[in-house]
């Protein structure tokens, strides 16, 4: 059984940051594409960051420049350091996890909000 959770959401300032955690379980991680993604109250979700199993990286251009996706495949955890929180970053991030692409998996997700 696959299971991701995240964690580290909270309630932060515009200009703070807040790093969020994802453990997962169930799956070779160090195999595995992660990502981070998001949803805003009356938007669809979005892709925020991917972390291939090759090391590779991808940022959604919102958040380019202020989140850093990085990953321990020794500890199954996937991380989101975000710097320069912005009101409009506020929103459910999850974590997903699947084999070429994330998403097949999906944690139950972490809120983050941010005070103007």
């Known amino acids: 059984q696959v299971v991701l959770e995240e964690s580290g959401g909270g309630l932060v300032q515009a200009g703070g940051s807040l790093r969020l955690s994802c453990a997962a379980s169930g799956i070779i991680f160090s195999i595995s594409a992660m990502g981070w993604y998001r949803q805003a109250p009356g938007k669809q979700r979005e892709l925020v960051a991917t972390s291939t199993s090759g090391g590779s990286t991808n940022y959604a251009a919102s958040v380019k420049g202020r989140f850093t996706i990085s990953r321990d495949n020794a500890k199954n955890m996937l991380y989101l350091q975000m710097n320069s929180l912005r009101p409009d970053d506020a929103a459910v991030y999850y974590c997903?996890?699947?084999?070429?692409?994330?998403?097949?998996?999906w944690g139950p997700g972490t809120r983050v909000t941010v005070s103007s």
């Open positions: 997903a996890a699947g084999r070429n692409v994330p998403g097949q998996y």
